[in-house]
């Protein structure tokens, strides 16, 4: 398997506007695919079909004949996933929203489209990694949010750098255009019959208690192959805009001693030796907030307080050490612990409320 698809990484590596014709094969080797299953999660949720990761390994082989042979003669018709939601921890204010708790859509694939998707994720990497550009780490291969931690650390450490740009796509997932999705794919693949399976996947749509959603807009999260599909979309889409963009002389005064990116302050700092550094920090706020919307059950209400406190102690002792000409009085704290970390209060429900037992007759459970 290997073999095949370093050719196809040398075919990109010789000749950078290549396209190929010829990648459905790679995706319904029956080989391929039994690789593909240990790597799947055994606890994962079902999809609509109800096939678990156990009942599915029962009579594997003969599962996968019969779904390379849908794929080689184009049956293969992709399920809906299921939708579900699961807490989201940031503020986005994407509904659904349940009393106070703001919960984060996500779509269950069939498992034997997780199996085709990263059969697919799979001959596609190759057929792109020579493509994606180094500072992009959007779901790349190989790539996380804290390589891009430290590119920023070491380019701001290393360089002369007097200006940063942080800059976010709103609602980038639910509003991208699958023509323009599918125009950035047919740049590297001319295989129709693997675009068509892409298109299959994209409109298959979305079932929630029995009724099924389908839209020209966005992807659902969920499933292994919405990563590289969004990552080559960006690509030509902003990568290669940015990289001239780059190119381009600029000129800036304007010095920010600390900025936010990922979920980490960045400030500067020094080493033990005097040399500059960057220093990441956790956002109290954010530590607070997390810990209050996890920990704010009933009769927990003072240990919430006292962690609450404790983070203002840190950050006050902090301050008073950065401080070099004058002391840092509790009592101004004291407005600035009001101002940015949230009062604790209780997030969840009492136990009875949120757990409502259902029984016939009577019984002592109620």
């Known amino acids: 398997m290997g073999n095949a698809l370093d050719g196809i990484r040398q075919t990109v590596k010789?000749?950078?506007?290549?396209?190929?014709?010829?990648?459905?094969h790679h995706i319904y080797e029956v080989q391929r695919r039994r690789a593909a299953y240990p790597a799947l999660r055994r606890d994962a949720a079902p999809g609509v079909d109800g096939q678990g990761w156990q009942s599915y390994g029962q009579n594997m082989q003969a599962n996968l004949l019969v779904l390379s042979d849908r794929l080689a003669r184009g049956g293969c018709r992709p399920h809906p996933l299921r939708r579900?939601?699961?807490?989201?921890?940031?503020?986005?204010?994407?509904?659904?929203?349940v009393g106070r708790l703001r919960l984060r859509l996500r779509g269950v694939p069939a498992l034997e489209e997780k199996l085709v998707q990263r059969a697919t994720v799979e001959v596609r990497n190759a057929a792109y990694e020579q493509d994606f550009i180094g500072f992009s780490y959007g779901c790349g291969p190989g790539r996380s949010a804290h390589n891009a931690l430290d590119a920023v650390a070491a380019g701001v450490s290393s360089r002369k750098v007097n200006w940063m740009l942080d800059a976010d796509t709103a609602k980038f997932f639910d509003t991208i255009e699958h023509d323009w999705l599918i125009q950035s794919i047919e740049h590297r693949v001319?295989?129709?019959?693997?675009v068509r399976l892409i298109k299959k996947s994209l409109h298959a749509g979305v079932l929630e208690e029995g009724s099924l959603t389908q839209s020209e807009l966005g992807t659902m999260q969920g499933g292994s192959i919405r990563p590289?599909?969004?990552n080559t979309y960006l690509h030509y889409a902003f990568d290669l805009w940015a990289r001239q963009w780059w190119d381009r002389p600029a000129n800036g005064q304007a010095i920010s001693q600390t900025f936010d990116f990922l979920g980490f302050t960045h400030?500067?700092?020094?080493?033990?030796?005097?040399?500059?550094?960057?220093?990441?920090?956790?956002?109290?706020?954010?530590?607070?907030?997390?810990?209050?919307?996890?920990?704010?059950?009933?009769?927990?209400?003072?240990?919430?307080?006292?962690?609450?406190?404790?983070?203002?102690?840190?950050?006050?002792?902090?301050?008073?050490?950065?401080?070099?000409?004058?002391h840092l009085s509790w009592r101004r704290m004291r407005r600035l612990v009001l101002h940015w970390l949230p009062v604790p209060h209780i997030c969840h429900p009492y136990p009875n409320q949120r757990l409502i037992v259902t029984t016939q007759g009577r019984s002592r459970m109620r």
């Open 14 to 24: 010789d000749n950078r506007s290549a396209r190929f014709a010829g990648l459905l």
């Open 84 to 97: 579900v939601s699961i807490d989201k921890a940031d503020g986005s204010r994407r509904p659904p929203t």
């Open 190 to 194: 001319a295989d129709a019959r693997v």
């Open 228 to 230: 590289l599909l969004l």
């Open 267 to 326: 400030c500067c700092g020094t080493r033990r030796k005097g040399k500059f550094r960057v220093l990441w920090l956790t956002r109290a706020r954010a530590v607070v907030a997390g810990h209050g919307r996890y920990f704010g059950v009933l009769n927990n209400g003072a240990r919430q307080s006292v962690f609450r406190f404790q983070v203002g102690r840190l950050w006050h002792r902090t301050l008073c050490r950065r401080s070099q000409t004058r």
